[in-house]
Structures are given as structure tokens and as C-alpha cells.
């Protein structure tokens, strides 16, 4: 299985990104699969972003992007967006999709993981 990440960019405080995340493989199923994105600021540790349940039905989100973040996803594509909006410096970091049956919050329980996308606020 294998998940490509991309959209991060630079962005001003107050600006939109929408990052997306494609799965591949011939094992991979979208459609028995959670989604989830977390992010890693530098010195910091990985944190929980927002996750989605396999059927797109529940969706989960950190206090601090509830409201402004959304997580979708198009199963028919195997592919799992985030559209950030009201962008804060403090969003600066690399941005990780992964992929696994469950929607925790603890991203050692996640088995299948992107490369990461950088995502820059500026002030």
C-alpha cells in the first residue's frame, strides 16, 4: 500500500490550502479503511489532525482545527482531502495522511502512512 501526499504549499495567515492523499496497491481497499492526517512541527511530536471513519459517516477533528479544517473523502478515487481554511502560523508543519482500520488519535496505531506535505503559515 502506498499513500501520495500533496497540495502543501506556502500560504498567509488567514489563507486556504487543500492537501489530498491518494492510496494505491492492489491489497488496498478504500472502502474498509479510516483515513487520518497528522502533522509534525519542527522539535515537535506528531500530532492528530482530523480522521474519518471508512464509510465517511464520522469524522473527528483536534480543538485546535475543529472549525476550520475539514477532512472528505471520494472512495471511489482512494483518495482523502483536507481543506484547511483561517490558516494560522501555528498550522506550519509537515502534514502526514494515513491510512488503517481504526480512527484514533494515537498515531502509533496507524500502519499506513504518506510522505508528508509541507504546509507554511506566514504572519
Known amino acids: 500500500v502506498q499513500l501520495q501526499a500533496s497540495g502543501g504549499g506556502s500560504v498567509q495567515a488567514g489563507g486556504s490550502l487543500r492537501l489530498s492523499c491518494a492510496a494505491s496497491g492492489r491489497t488496498f481497499s478504500a472502502y474498509a479503511m479510516s483515513w487520518g492526517w497528522f502533522r509534525q512541527a519542527p522539535g515537535k511530536e506528531r500530532e492528530f489532525v482530523a480522521a474519518?471513519?471508512?464509510?465517511?459517516?464520522?469524522?473527528y477533528y483536534s480543538d485546535s482545527v475543529r472549525g476550520r479544517f475539514t477532512i472528505s473523502r471520494v472512495n471511489a478515487e482512494n483518495t482523502v482531502y483536507l481543506q484547511m481554511n483561517s490558516l494560522k502560523p501555528e498550522d506550519t508543519a509537515v502534514y502526514y495522511c494515513?491510512?488503517?482500520?481504526?480512527?484514533?488519535?494515537?498515531?502509533?496505531?496507524?500502519?499506513?502512512w504518506g510522505q508528508g506535505t509541507l504546509v507554511t503559515v506566514s504572519s
Open positions: 494515513a491510512a488503517d482500520r481504526g480512527t484514533s488519535g494515537d498515531y502509533h496505531r496507524w500502519n499506513y
Open positions: 474519518i471513519s471508512w464509510s465517511g459517516g464520522r469524522s
